[in-house]
């Protein structure tokens, strides 16, 4: 019986070696990161809600990473700019962009404009060079520009002309674009960096940026009380889309880069919906499915569409 409780315990432990396990579970948690920041809104602000998130997931993770970061220490000196700027992009920026654009506008369009991520990946590999881009490519880059912009005039075109944009979207828009510098950028840092090490030192610094926003956002007023309902917003804050989304992203960027791992955002826009209708009970708009198949069908058409293209060509 051990032998064979041994067996299954390996088998489950290689199915979180495998990147698109590990990019599924991480949409799921930050789908649901939308709509729980979403809700959070009724008991504080925005930039409370990043700041304890990571101050908690620091905590948490604290016991179990810290010497991993101390074994790393010298590559982290080296790489401190690098670094630096990877924490403010993901943990100071996106997240706080984030529950701000939550105060403006839904979660199901969180979702919709987070599916923008992989087409953001991919213009920024191919403008560092990373990447060619085909005709093909750059009509998939088109096409998701006019799905997101459908969705955030909510299919009023005379809205994107009169410059009424919600700012919640444009909020979200930027935290998006942060977040694609940064998935660009996690290549640089070599695999055998410790993942727990790297995360508590990325919060660490995050933190640290967050700080001076979150004291003038508190200054002068009240912050949230402690009860039942905060306290399980912040345990799912801190533990689901922060220490084992970051830490699941990481790694199958790392393992799998992050062109693969842009493509399964896609599915933030969906759990986000889903779990918006359900527990939020927000209206899913004919605009949504528009921009959303118009996003998805650009996004194929630049990826798999494109490499067959490019196969074909060689031949």
């Known amino acids: 019986m051990n032998g064979a409780a041994a067996i299954d315990q390996g088998k489950a432990l290689r199915w979180f070696e495998r990147p698109a396990v590990l990019l599924v579970l991480t949409t799921l948690f930050w789908g649901g990161n939308a709509v729980v920041g979403k809700f959070a809104l009724h008991y504080m602000s925005g930039i409370e809600l990043s700041f304890w998130r990571w101050v908690l997931a620091f905590l948490i993770l604290l016991p179990f990473a810290w010497r991993a970061c101390l074994r790393d220490l010298a590559y982290y000196r080296r790489h401190l700019w690098l670094l630096l700027f990877l924490a403010l992009l993901s943990v100071s920026l996106y997240n706080s962009l984030q529950y701000l654009a939550l105060q403006w506008t839904s979660a199901i369009n969180v979702g919709v404009v987070s599916a923008t991520m992989p087409l953001e990946v991919f213009l920024l590999t191919w403008l560092l060079g990373q990447e060619r881009a085909n005709w093909l490519q750059k009509l998939g880059l088109l096409l998701a520009l006019l799905g997101v912009c459908w969705v955030v005039s909510r299919g009023e075109w005379q809205v994107l002309a009169g410059l009424q944009l919600n700012p919640g979207d444009l909020l979200m828009l930027t935290a998006v ?106 209206a899913f708009r004919s605009y949504h499915v528009i921009g959303m198949t118009t996003i998805f069908f650009a996004i194929l058409l630049a990826t798999y569409v494109s490499k067959w293209y490019s196969q074909t060509q060689q031949r």
Do not use: C
């Not at 950028?185 to 700080?211: E, T």
């Not at 199958?252 to 918006?276: H, K, M, R, W």
């Open 177 to 282: 674009f942060g977040f694609a510098i940064y998935s660009v950028l996690m290549r640089k840092l070599p695999p055998q960096l410790d993942k727990l090490g790297l995360l508590l030192l990325l919060i660490f610094i995050g933190v640290l940026g967050i700080l001076p926003f979150y004291l003038w956002d508190i200054h002068g007023r009240e912050t949230f009380s402690l009860n039942g309902d905060t306290a399980l917003i912040l345990g799912y804050v801190a533990i689901f889309p922060s220490l084992l989304s970051y830490y699941f992203w990481n790694k199958a960027v790392l393992l799998g880069g992050a062109n693969q791992a842009g493509l399964y955002t896609n599915l933030i826009s969906v759990f986000a919906s889903l779990l918006a209708v359900i527990f939020l009970g927000e």
